[in-house]
């Protein structure tokens, strides 16, 4: 996750003897690292956790016992963080969720910057170099993968909601490249349907256990998710 | 109930066994557990609700399975296995791959009306539940995809589409199976139809095919609604 190795980062700027700690848990005892970055630490560990533990465990077995031991805390840290396990995962959904769309949206803006109008007006090119970057964030993270294109049980409404959010959002960029500035806008709701046809496609690639054949699904999904072009 | 939906409730319940005593038991734990956890959610569901839904003692239902894990796994994989041969008769039944999905996605949704939690156990549940169930599902996907593939065989070879277009249109359709049971509203898949008629035909035969199937759609299901309205009066 890059907010906690930022964060890890800040931690290794301090006292020497933290250097030699591990990046992913900060050193117990004394160490002068801050309450407030202890505690930031603390959640990004956490919600790293919250994915690690689902994938693991998958849904019907994940506990908040296991989210604890993955991120190395105290239960009694975790219910100062979170009012339960569900609210954890919420937060790590939202979190994920939220930075998916930053990097297809921070590619995207990348080509438009490189190649001005001409990538303005490729929409084609735009949609490819949106799904690559997705695909290679999802790649780089198989935990937050499958957090994020699992289905989550519908009894938990907030988790639902984020994920409908996500679908949502996806669907809005996708809706972005599809519709012709001259020509006849698509179906309405289209865009919602592929998002979920390729939630279920990374879902499944998410489940082998190997990121590469995330990776690899590029240039289909980018065919899939625009033969209505 | 709606002529689909018992019409949908026969198909799928006229390929299961029914004998002695020992197996009606073994089949009420299985349909009960499927529609527990399809009512409470899978995390919430105990063997003591299996049995407020299927009938018989507690260890009856240890004679059967080793625990409520086991039986939605025994259970999902009879029912899906159900569910898969009924969707795929109607596609075989049906002259034309147009005609062949959209019968395939009326029996599947005729069978998400007729039997709404047990629908929400085999495809949404199943998530939640995990392997060995899980493994089912995939397999179940599976072969509705290479169903659908045998669109290819209308399709010029340098204008095949991708090799995952099975998996993603199976992917499609069922995502839309979800959204309308997580809302517990399984009554409006029959409005999307039309639409993911155009989601499936677009991505084999691209934007011309799609708006045609999506076009013919409307008008037959405007033309059944018309006939069951008739038919109510």
């Known amino acids: ?229 | 109930m709606a002529p689909e939906a018992s019409a949908a409730i026969n198909q799928v319940d006229s390929l299961g066994a029914n004998g002695g005593s020992e197996l009606a038991v073994r089949e009420g734990a299985m349909e009960g557990v499927l529609v527990a956890c399809g009512e409470l959610g899978f995390r919430e569901t105990s063997v003591r609700a299996i049995l407020e839904h299927s009938g018989g003692h507690r260890a009856q239902f240890y004679q059967h399975f080793e625990s409520k894990e086991d039986c939605f796994a025994q259970a999902y994989a009879v029912w899906i296995e159900r569910l898969c041969v009924s969707v795929l008769e109607a596609a075989a039944t049906t002259p034309g791959w147009e005609a062949g999905v959209r019968e395939a996605t009326a029996r599947l949704f005729q069978f998400v009306a007729a039997r709404p939690a047990i629908a929400r156990a085999l495809f949404v549940e199943v998530q939640i539940a995990g392997e060995p169930a899980l493994a089912r599902h995939e397999a179940a996907v599976e072969r509705l995809a290479a169903a659908i593939d045998s669109a290819r065989a209308e399709i010029d070879d340098a204008e095949a589409p991708p090799e995952a277009t099975g998996i993603f249109v199976v992917g499609g359709i069922e995502s839309c199976v979800c959204e309308a049971l997580s809302a517990g509203d399984p009554g409006r898949l029959w409005d999307a139809l039309p639409e993911l008629m155009h989601f499936a035909a677009g991505s084999y035969f691209g934007k011309e095919e799609a708006e045609g199937a999506f076009e013919r759609t409307s008008i037959l299901l405007e033309r059944e609604r018309t006939r069951l309205t008739g038919a109510e009066e």
């Open chain 1, 1 to 229: 996750m890059t907010e906690l190795r930022l964060i890890a980062g800040a931690a290794l700027a301090e006292p020497a003897e933290v250097a030699e700690a591990s990046p992913l848990r900060l050193p117990p005892g004394r160490h002068g690292i801050p309450a407030d970055l202890v505690r930031a630490h603390q959640r990004v560990r956490l919600l790293e956790a919250a994915a690690a533990a689902l994938a693991e465990q998958g849904y019907g077995r994940l506990t908040a016992a296991r989210v604890t031991e993955l991120a190395g805390v105290s239960s009694r840290t975790f219910y100062q963080h979170f009012e339960d396990l569900w609210a954890c995962l919420l937060a790590a959904y939202e979190t994920e969720a939220g930075r998916l769309c930053q990097e297809i949206e921070g590619a995207c803006a990348a080509l438009v910057q490189e190649r001005g109008p001409i990538a303005e007006a490729d929409r084609r090119g735009r949609a490819h170099t949106g799904i690559s970057a997705a695909l290679g964030f999802l790649a780089a993270e198989p935990d937050v993968a499958r957090l994020l294109s699992a289905e989550p049980p519908p009894q938990i409404a907030a988790l639902s909601a984020a994920r409908r959010d996500l679908v949502e959002r996806l669907g809005a960029m996708l809706r972005g490249v599809l519709v012709d500035p001259d020509g006849a806008t698509p179906l309405p709701g289209l865009e919602r349907r592929l998002i979920g046809a390729a939630l279920a496609l990374v879902s499944t690639r998410a489940a082998s256990g190997d990121p590469q054949r995330l990776r690899q699904l590029e240039p289909e999904l980018g065919e899939l998710l625009l033969a209505s072009l």
